[in-house]
């Protein structure tokens, strides 16, 4: 990334937006099992006890992370759509010929076979990158190469 406030998919950004809003939950749950300074009964109580608030201390932390990218996202704005940048829509052309449209994010999908993590190698190799642009990465068989077709918008 740029070191600066960085942009944020439609898709990234309700992710996270899932993600805190099931943090949020838990951690009310959580919360409301602490005693608070109450006496708690013999020591495995006090383990117990001592768990949950290291639980909630996890969760307070993952919630400020969350929300802090969400708040850096709005500063960054809406994302690139040339040159090619977190939440972008790409065509390449590899090196075999075969061409596919991908689109770049901070968050692996499993079920979204299109999509490129941006610090995978070849996510990586496109950052920064304009239409026409050929770009090196490792990838699996080797070092190769794939020319950058186009750059769109944001997919939905």
Same mark, same amino acid.
């Given at each position: 990334?740029?070191?600066?406030?960085?942009?944020?998919?439609?898709?990234?950004?309700?992710?996270?937006?899932?993600?805190?809003?099931?943090?949020?939950?838990?951690?009310?749950?959580?919360?409301?099992?602490?005693?608070?300074?109450?006496?708690?009964? +013999?020591?495995? +109580?006090?383990?117990?006890?001592?768990?949950?608030?290291?639980?909630? +201390?996890?969760?307070?932390?993952?919630?400020?992370?969350?929300?802090?990218?969400?708040?850096?996202?709005?500063?960054?704005?809406?994302?690139?759509?040339?040159?090619?940048?977190?939440?972008?829509?790409?065509?390449?052309?590899?090196?075999?010929?075969?061409?596919?449209?991908?689109?770049?994010?901070?968050?692996?999908?499993?079920?979204?076979?299109?999509?490129?993590?941006?610090?995978?190698?070849?996510?990586?190799?496109?950052?920064?990158?304009?239409?026409?642009?050929?770009?090196?990465?490792?990838?699996?068989?080797?070092?190769?190469?794939?020319?950058?077709?186009?750059?769109?918008?944001?997919?939905?």
């Amino acid at each position: 990334m740029n070191g600066g406030p960085e942009p944020m998919s439609a898709a990234g950004r309700r992710a996270l937006e899932q993600e805190l809003a099931d943090l949020r939950t838990e951690r009310a749950t959580v919360a409301a099992t602490l005693r608070g300074g109450e006496q708690v009964g +013999d020591r495995a +109580d006090e383990a117990d006890e001592l768990q949950r608030g290291m639980h909630l +201390d996890r969760l307070d932390t993952r919630i400020a992370e969350i929300d802090g990218r969400l708040r850096e996202a709005d500063v960054a704005g809406p994302p690139s759509t040339e040159p090619v940048g977190v939440g972008s829509t790409v065509k390449v052309r590899f090196a075999d010929g075969t061409e596919m449209t991908m689109r770049i994010s901070e968050f692996p999908d499993a079920q979204d076979p299109t999509l490129v993590t941006s610090d995978s190698p070849l996510g990586s190799a496109l950052l920064g990158r304009r239409a026409g642009e050929t770009v090196t990465y490792d990838a699996p068989g080797g070092r190769t190469t794939a020319v950058v077709v186009s750059v769109g918008g944001e997919s939905a």
